[in-house]
């Protein structure tokens, strides 16, 4: 019976040649329909790589053909507005909607459960402001007292995202983007491209482990190489990246089918190879060495902002890095905190479902750090993890960031629809793709205008935010302003879940917090290892 649909495809196809010849030409139109599936059919029965197609001839590939199309079925017409991910239909709709400059505003009231544990909600105040006597264009300085070249940049940037992930027309336009709306787009570890110059946009240089752009044949980094590129008048900040949130503690991936001869060439590795970063750097071993790596840095970019971009996992780790600014007092101009949250285009699922701490509590983590420490006014704070509303920056910034990263709502106003596809090269909407044939349906200079759409009225409603809380400038909020649901009938302010240390705490033995107390004895400038537990 497994077999019964290849039979009968068999015996029709037997019937169809034979009888065709005589009875009516246009059974030879029969004839070219059954010979594929009966040839399929006995290609099943033969072959021994898949045990559904070779005990279910042609109809067992039905199964993988649903399989196929399950994920797009269930985000069309089963999943609500709400309960999509990683981005619902209410997030995504808010994009495009702002993209496009079309109307953003929704009726009949929220569809969210206000009462569900975990919902959030920022205070407003009796005494209001006019959001239209703001600041509508919040910028703040990066660079610290080591700087020569400090950087004024937009509240709302565009995290990391590499030309190799991207297609070079996604960069054209998030490139152009940043140019219309005087905001700043990371390069991501790929390098620069020509593609991240031509629009004149502002630049983020990024340098991961592989250090593309800057190595040497043996992958190392190669000071001459970093200063040509830190160097260039678009290059306004340069960022060292540490880890990633989605997929902190492993290296970057891209995969061979991605890897063609140009983005090998900008790379310095091989082309339709697997690149796969190392997951630590090879320029130094511990804190120490860090900063003494962000003085060269800084010395060859002639004293532009460099800054570090982490997930945090230790906390211990966070404070042998502000035990090693005080030290040698040298510090990054910024730190850019990632959460577990975070997107990419491959990832081992393992590390992106159960690796690295989420944005909120990570950043807290940083803020605190540096608070302790007496380090914060020296240390620029950016987020980076899902930031896709001006709530999502409010809160960022109630949780001590000065600066949002975004990318994939960037994406999505280019047109990304969730497809899934950032891995595979078939990439729908041309972003992340190389296939000209899919690349050619992204147009660089309309998908630049959206994007900065987008971006400019999320600032817009952030200020909005900003004016309902009776605060004039974003560095006000703090995490009094924002709670958090724990029960149905209780809930808690985030100064409450998560209380903040007092400036210079940790520098007093008798002053440190007791839940901080281990965490701080434990860790030491010399290495991200505890105490008693050698680096090799």
């Known amino acids: ?243 990633q949130g989605a997929k902190p503690g492993h290296g970057g991936i891209l995969p061979a089918k991605k890897n063609n001869e140009e983005i090998a060439a900008i790379r310095g590795v091989e082309a339709f190879t697997d690149v796969i970063s190392p997951p630590y750097h090879s320029a130094f071993k511990n804190p120490l060495e860090l900063m003494q790596f962000i003085a060269l840095l800084r010395e060859k970019s002639k004293g532009k902002p460099i800054g570090i971009k982490l997930c945090v996992g230790h906390r211990r780790e966070v404070i042998a890095l502000c035990k090693a600014m005080r030290e040698l007092q040298i510090m990054p101009d910024y730190i850019a905190v990632d959460g577990g949250e975070g997107g990419t285009g491959a990832a081992p699922l393992e590390f992106s479902n159960s690796v690295g701490r989420p944005l909120k509590e990570g950043l807290a983590t940083v803020h605190d750090c540096l608070v302790g420490f007496d380090l914060r006014d020296q240390v620029k704070l950016i987020a980076s993890g899902k930031i896709t509303t001006g709530f999502d920056m409010y809160r960022a910034f109630a949780l001590g960031a000065d600066v949002c990263y975004a990318a994939r709502a960037m994406m999505l106003a280019m047109g990304c629809i969730q497809a899934l596809q950032c891995n595979s090269n078939k990439c729908p909407t041309g972003i992340t793709t190389h296939k000209s044939s899919l690349t050619v349906g992204l147009v660089p200079e309309d998908k630049a205008v959206k994007v900065a759409r987008y971006q400019a009225e999320t600032i817009h409603s952030f200020v909005e935010l900003l004016a309902a809380s009776g605060l004039r400038n974003h560095h006000q909020i703090d995490r009094s302003f924002v709670h958090r649901r724990l029960s149905v009938y209780e809930s808690k302010s985030l100064a409450e879940i998560m209380p903040p240390v007092a400036t210079g705490a940790f520098l007093d033995e008798a002053n440190i917090p007791k839940e901080w107390r281990k965490d701080i004895f434990q860790s030491k400038a010399t290495s991200f290892l505890p105490q008693g537990i050698l680096q090799e």
């Open 1 to 243: 019976m497994r077999n019964i649909f290849l039979i009968i495809s068999g015996v029709a196809f037997i019937l169809i040649l034979g009888f065709s010849w005589f009875i009516d030409p246009y059974f030879l139109l029969l004839l070219g329909l059954w010979a594929p599936i009966s040839a399929i059919g006995l290609y099943d029965m033969i072959q021994t790589d898949n045990v559904i197609k070779r005990n279910y001839p042609v109809v067992g590939r039905l199964r993988f053909l649903m399989e196929e199309l399950r994920p797009k079925v269930h985000q069309y017409f089963v999943e609500t507005d709400i309960n999509g991910r990683p981005y619902n239909r209410l997030d995504r709709e808010t994009v495009y909607a702002r993209a496009k400059g079309s109307l953003d505003t929704h009726p009949f009231g929220t569809q969210l459960n206000t009462y569900e544990e975990g919902y959030e909600w920022m205070h407003h105040s009796i005494g209001a402001l006019d959001s239209h006597k703001l600041n509508p264009h919040p910028r703040v300085r990066i660079g610290g007292k080591d700087c020569l070249q400090p950087y004024d940049a937009s509240i709302l940037n565009v995290s990391a995202m590499s030309y190799g992930s991207l297609s070079k027309n996604a960069v054209l336009a998030i490139n152009g983007a940043a140019k219309l709306g005087h905001f700043a787009q990371n390069t991501g570890e790929g390098g620069i491209s020509q593609y991240h110059l031509e629009k004149q946009g502002d630049l983020i240089y990024q340098i991961g482990t592989g250090y593309f752009g800057c190595r040497s044949k043996d992958g190392l980094f190669n000071e001459s190489e970093f200063e040509k590129r830190a160097l260039l008048p678009s290059v306004k900040m340069i960022e060292i990246k540490l880890s």
